[in-house]
């Protein structure tokens, strides 16, 4: 088969597409004829070696796949081959072929197309949980959005409208912006041309009572500043580059609260929440709730483009690898 690797270290000019051998299911496994894989950003850490998991080399990045169930392992008797399924396996997705625990392939229903299903958990199951879990958003609440029309933060904003709340959206550019604005956001603030305080303070009044942060990097602390009482920041990432440092009397001034978001720790920590998450996620998008935005696709053969794209933070909405 063929596969995109990470031979050595580094940025995604130094992957190679390969041909290597097809693995085979084991025990309580199955193997996926991978018809897409979302790109996340993630996989720009993990080629890096910059990511909290560090696999051997050489391995496939790619965390999220969807395709068709090839062949079964020993002991699976709930998935059989021809089943259209997706999962998340941290790593293998920009292959043709991908082996996965059984229990981390979710069947899909009829109506979910593939390609859909290959960009959809990560940005959305991240975005549910922190919104829901961490946050624990209201209706009527306003929440600002950082980094607003990448995979995770377009995904806050939509289902911040679908959650009641009114949903501030804050991005690099009017492009940005105004598909933020096709995905409910009520208001925007380019921050790339206006003070964020300032945009924050027009758009929030007396600030936002929750904001998602996917950026860090320079805008984590003017944001905080700006928060509104008994505001909740939610720690998605740090795609600007830097991690920040907060000045902590901000928070006790504010009487708000600084809220770690680690998506994959909390789905093998409370899987049945999870679980939970993802049937809710999969009912919005059957009722029309929620419209994934597939920004580009890319060839295998192209894939390392997809992760540079992705590290160049040219990404609107979701960017998915074709095999």
């Not at 990470?6 to 299911?25: A, Q, S, W, Y």
């Not at 984590?220 to 000045?247: D, H, M, Q, T």
């Not at 001034?253 to 093998?268: D, L, R």
């Amino acid at each position: 088969m063929k596969a995109l690797l990470c031979v050595e270290h580094g940025p995604p000019e130094k992957l190679v597409v390969r041909e290597v051998p097809t693995p085979e299911p084991g025990k309580g496994e199955v193997r996926i004829r991978v018809a897409a894989a979302g790109v996340n950003f993630p996989d720009v850490l993990i080629i890096q070696n910059l990511y909290q998991f560090k696999p051997p080399l050489p391995f496939s990045p790619g965390g999220e796949a969807a395709g068709t169930v090839d062949a079964v392992g020993e002991g699976v008797t709930h998935l059989k081959p021809g089943d259209r399924v997706l999962a998340m396996t941290g790593t293998g997705g920009f292959a043709e072929y991908l082996v996965a625990e059984a229990s981390k392939a979710v069947p899909l229903p009829d109506s979910m197309p593939l390609d859909i299903a290959a960009g959809f958990t990560m940005t959305y199951a991240t975005s549910h949980h922190a919104l829901k879990q961490r946050a624990n958003i209201q209706p009527g609440e306003t929440l600002l959005v950082l980094g607003a029309a990448g995979g995770v933060g377009l995904a806050a904003v939509e289902l911040g409208k679908v959650m009641g709340a009114r949903v501030v959206a804050a991005a690099s550019s009017d492009e940005k912006l105004a598909l933020c604005r096709e995905y409910g956001a009520d208001e925007t603030i380019n921050y790339s041309v206006e003070d964020l305080r300032e945009g924050i303070k027009r758009t929030c009044g007396a600030g936002p009572d929750v904001i998602y942060d996917p950026v860090g990097d320079k805008f984590a602390e003017p944001a905080f500043r700006s928060i509104g009482w008994n505001g909740r920041y939610l720690v998605v990432g740090f795609a600007g580059g830097e991690i920040p440092k907060l000045p902590l009397n901000l928070a006790l001034i504010k009487g708000a609260s600084i809220v770690g978001v680690f998506w994959g720790a909390f789905t093998m920590r409370e899987p049945k929440v999870h679980a939970a998450n993802m049937a809710e996620l999969i009912q919005w998008l059957g009722e029309g709730k929620l419209h994934p935005h597939i920004s580009r696709r890319f060839s295998l053969d192209d894939g390392a483009e997809a992760i540079r794209w992705m590290m160049d933070r040219k990404a609107m909405g979701k960017v998915l690898i074709e095999a």
